[in-house]
């Protein structure tokens, strides 16, 4: 990346976050203060972002602003962005981590479901993305743009349609622009981690389906079991940045699968068809059945 130099990279880079209340974007913004990164943090969660704020200047971090909004108020991200402008330098690198899971069948899916996807994990990133990058395009000095997608956005996870198409989106709009920003040298970065311990991962909400059922919570606990932690992720996501990697794996399960669907098309669609049944069965327990 044109924007970080040898050594402490991130020390003195001037780093917006969304999502910083919690999870991975908390763990970044951490990680970063500890480099030496002068922070811009956002999020909903008031209260937890005050704790990340706090946190983060505990570790001898710099917070110049931080403020809680939803990214998916468009009105709110412009006016955020016009405030930090106007008293600080465009970003050097800025960070899209925030966003919310629902899983479903198109049988269960609420109209609300698909338009939180679409307005929190696309439209959100997207928001920030209109209000940030073009002054760091106008001020020339290169930087970073990480965009958090998901294991849901390179392969068929089974009942992941309306967060698929939310981070699906995000992973093509952030392709796009690996090269549109190219010359302007702004590197483009998109995760994709599977499962991580987050709070997301305890409360996705599964339409249609009753989590505290015994079966489905033995089963969620086992998905919960293989995750990683949201510290690992941020290592993986600092990392990545400074070796200007496109797609940021955070486990080596998510890269075996991606390369599995790239090469080797029908068995893949054979393995995925049963992984669907076997996801459907297991989320629909017994007690529910008989109902």
Same mark, same amino acid.
């Given at each position: 990346?044109?924007?970080?130099?040898?050594?402490?990279?991130? #020390? !003195?880079?001037?780093?917006? *976050?969304?999502?910083?209340? +919690?999870?991975? =974007?908390?763990?970044?913004?951490?990680?970063? @203060? $500890?480099?030496?990164?002068?922070?811009?943090?956002?999020?909903?969660?008031?209260?937890?972002?005050?704790?990340?704020?706090?946190?983060?200047?505990?570790?001898?971090?710099?917070?110049?602003?931080?403020?809680?909004?939803?990214?998916?108020?468009?009105?709110?991200?412009?006016?955020?962005?016009?405030?930090?402008?106007?008293?600080?330098?465009?970003?050097?690198?800025?960070?899209?981590?925030?966003?919310?899971?629902?899983?479903?069948?198109?049988?269960?899916?609420?109209?609300?479901?698909?338009?939180?996807?679409?307005?929190?994990?696309?439209?959100?990133?997207?928001?920030?993305?209109?209000?940030?990058?073009?002054?760091?395009?106008? #001020? !020339?000095?290169?930087?970073? *743009?990480?965009?958090?997608? +998901?294991?849901? =956005?390179?392969?068929?996870?089974?009942?992941? @349609? $309306?967060?698929?198409?939310?981070?699906?989106?995000?992973?093509?709009?952030?392709?796009?622009?690996?090269?549109?920003?190219?010359?302007?040298?702004?590197?483009?970065?998109?995760?994709?981690?599977?499962?991580?311990?987050?709070?997301?991962?305890?409360?996705?909400?599964?339409?249609?389906?009753?989590?505290?059922?015994?079966?489905?919570?033995?089963?969620?606990?086992?998905?919960?079991?293989?995750?990683?932690?949201?510290?690992?992720?941020?290592?993986?996501?600092?990392?990545?940045?400074?070796?200007?990697?496109?797609?940021?794996?955070?486990?080596?399960?998510?890269?075996?699968?991606?390369?599995?669907?790239?090469?080797?098309?029908?068995?893949?669609?054979?393995?995925?068809?049963?992984?669907?049944?076997?996801?459907?069965?297991?989320?629909?327990?017994?007690?529910?059945?008989?109902?």
């Amino acid at each position: 990346m044109a924007g970080l130099s040898a050594g402490n990279d991130f #020390a !003195g880079k001037r780093c917006l *976050l969304t999502g910083a209340a +919690s999870g991975i =974007g908390r763990s970044t913004a951490l990680k970063l @203060a $500890a480099e030496g990164a002068e922070l811009f943090l956002t999020d909903r969660d008031a209260e937890g972002l005050e704790k990340t704020v706090a946190d983060a200047r505990a570790l001898g971090g710099v917070v110049h602003v931080h403020r809680a909004f939803d990214i998916s108020d468009y009105d709110a991200v412009d006016k955020f962005a016009a405030d930090v402008h106007a008293e600080h330098q465009a970003m050097d690198v800025v960070m899209n981590i925030a966003g919310v899971s629902a899983w479903g069948t198109v049988s269960t899916l609420t109209h609300q479901h698909w338009k939180s996807m679409i307005d929190i994990n696309l439209m959100g990133p997207i928001h920030v993305i209109e209000s940030f990058v073009p002054p760091m395009v106008a #001020a !020339g000095r290169g930087g970073h *743009l990480v965009n958090v997608s +998901s294991a849901a =956005g390179l392969v068929a996870l089974p009942w992941h @349609a $309306a967060y698929s198409a939310s981070k699906y989106g995000l992973r093509g709009l952030s392709e796009v622009l690996r090269f549109d920003l190219a010359r302007h040298r702004i590197g483009v970065s998109v995760v994709v981690p599977g499962a991580v311990k987050t709070p997301l991962v305890q409360t996705i909400q599964i339409a249609g389906v009753d989590r505290d059922d015994p079966s489905v919570k033995r089963w969620t606990d086992r998905f919960g079991g293989h995750a990683v932690s949201p510290e690992h992720v941020a290592d993986r996501i600092l990392r990545g940045v400074r070796r200007n990697r496109f797609l940021i794996y955070t486990s080596p399960d998510i890269r075996a699968l991606y390369m599995f669907k790239r090469t080797m098309w029908w068995p893949y669609s054979v393995a995925m068809r049963q992984v669907n049944v076997l996801f459907t069965r297991a989320l629909r327990p017994k007690s529910s059945s008989r109902n």
